[in-house]
């Protein structure tokens, strides 16, 4: 078995008993009983809010491509975009950078397919911390991720659009030890910097906020069928202070601490904890693994129409 494939399994493992430990926790019994509560259809609308926020996200990746001279048929981009999601239990992400390894036989650099997952996840903690200030009119002492993300999301907004920077990593690069890596280093700086550029900037924050609203969308429509008297507002903030709280742990997906600030919040708010527990492992069956469940799907269709999967020994965040 390849390591990735040994990392997914350990991921789904862990997910599997820290949910089991969840709903015996809060009384099983109580947790299929808030799960009945929900009708079929809104089950299949919580899951077609996830898709649309996908597509929405594929779009401004698809942008990104086409705008550093890249054009590739849309379908198998798609593919591409979504065979990442393989890969998404992982530390920021971090393993989504395996779109990096089909698209370079396209014609795509390294340097600027990682740009553009770098400049996706800049703006998907910009959009998040948008979305965050919902909850703090009503619950301000959940400021710290907030602050926390923008923190760190601007500070290296700021750093990779520094004026002159990719030309100064290129003139270092003369007879330095490790020319290559910082040449390399300049190149991908360059790509994010065009990528941050005002008008792209705002593009993609805009379809960020709008696709991860969708999520938020998500709980306020499960929790307002299960009974919790939670508003809109209320409902997108607490599922964006429950995310950025996850990644901000650095946890693979942000297992365990999503889950625990979301269902924390859910109940601040009203619900009983199986009604909290039930409401979190459907956010996170119907935005978490099921992009890891498309993915998958992805990554068989193109191995079915030729395009291998990944090499195993091939780096997972590889430079050009």
Same mark, same amino acid.
């Given at each position: 078995? /390849?390591?990735?494939?040994?990392?997914?399994?350990?991921?789904?493992?862990?997910? &599997?008993?820290?949910?089991?430990?969840?709903?015996?926790? &809060?009384?099983?019994?109580?947790?299929?009983?808030?799960?009945?509560?929900?009708?079929?259809?809104?089950? *299949?609308?919580?899951?077609?809010?996830?898709?649309?926020?996908?597509?929405?996200?594929?779009?401004?990746?698809?942008?990104?491509?086409?705008?550093?001279?890249?054009?590739?048929?849309? +379908?198998?981009?798609?593919?591409?975009?979504?065979?990442?999601?393989?890969?998404?239990?992982?530390?920021?992400?971090?393993?989504?950078?395996?779109? /990096? =390894?089909?698209?370079?036989?396209?014609?795509?650099?390294?340097?600027? /397919?990682? &740009?553009?997952?770098?400049?996706?996840?800049? *703006?998907?903690?910009? &959009?998040?911390?948008?979305?965050?200030?919902?909850?703090?009119?009503?619950?301000?002492?959940?400021?710290?991720?907030?602050? %926390?993300?923008?923190?760190?999301?601007? %500070?290296?907004?700021?750093?990779?659009?520094?004026?002159?920077?990719?030309?100064?990593?290129?003139?270092?690069?003369?007879?330095?030890?490790?020319?290559?890596?910082?040449?390399?280093?300049?190149?991908?700086?360059?790509?994010?910097?065009?990528?941050?550029?005002?008008?792209?900037?705002?593009?993609?924050?805009?379809?960020?906020?709008?696709?991860?609203?969708?999520?938020?969308?998500?709980?306020?429509?499960?929790?307002?069928?299960?009974?919790?008297?939670?508003?809109?507002?209320?409902?997108?903030?607490?599922?964006?202070?429950?995310?950025?709280?996850?990644?901000? /742990?650095?946890?693979?997906?942000?297992?365990?601490?999503?889950?625990?600030?979301? %269902? %924390?919040?859910?109940?601040?708010?009203?619900?009983?904890?199986?009604?909290?527990?039930?409401?979190?492992?459907?956010?996170?069956?119907?935005?978490? +693994?099921?992009?890891?469940? =498309?993915?998958?799907?992805?990554?068989?269709?193109?191995?079915?129409?030729?395009?291998?999967?990944?090499?195993?020994?091939?780096?997972?965040?590889?430079?050009?």
């Amino acid at each position: 078995m /390849s390591s990735k494939r040994r990392a997914l399994t350990l991921s789904i493992g862990l997910t &599997a008993v820290v949910y089991l430990a969840g709903v015996l926790l &809060a009384d099983r019994h109580a947790v299929l009983a808030a799960f009945g509560r929900l009708h079929p259809a809104t089950v *299949l609308g919580i899951f077609l809010l996830s898709l649309l926020n996908y597509l929405l996200r594929f779009w401004r990746w698809h942008c990104y491509i086409a705008v550093l001279g890249h054009r590739l048929p849309r +379908w198998r981009h798609l593919l591409y975009y979504l065979a990442g999601f393989t890969l998404t239990v992982t530390p920021g992400k971090a393993g989504e950078a395996v779109r /990096s =390894l089909y698209l370079f036989p396209c014609g795509v650099p390294y340097s600027q /397919s990682l &740009a553009a997952l770098l400049v996706e996840r800049l *703006l998907d903690v910009l &959009a998040m911390g948008l979305l965050a200030l919902l909850i703090l009119l009503v619950r301000p002492d959940y400021a710290w991720p907030v602050i %926390g993300a923008w923190g760190l999301a601007l %500070g290296l907004i700021g750093l990779v659009t520094r004026p002159g920077l990719p030309e100064r990593l290129q003139a270092w690069r003369r007879g330095h030890r490790f020319s290559h890596h910082v040449g390399r280093l300049g190149r991908l700086f360059g790509a994010t910097a065009v990528l941050l550029r005002p008008g792209l900037l705002l593009f993609g924050l805009a379809l960020g906020v709008l696709g991860w609203g969708l999520e938020g969308l998500a709980v306020y429509w499960s929790a307002r069928e299960m009974g919790v008297p939670v508003t809109l507002a209320a409902a997108i903030g607490v599922y964006a202070i429950a995310v950025l709280a996850g990644a901000l /742990s650095f946890l693979p997906g942000g297992l365990g601490g999503t889950e625990m600030v979301m %269902g %924390g919040l859910l109940i601040a708010f009203g619900a009983d904890g199986a009604t909290a527990v039930a409401i979190t492992l459907l956010c996170r069956l119907a935005t978490l +693994w099921f992009a890891v469940a =498309l993915g998958g799907v992805a990554v068989a269709v193109l191995g079915l129409s030729g395009q291998a999967p990944p090499e195993t020994e091939r780096p997972v965040v590889p430079v050009d």
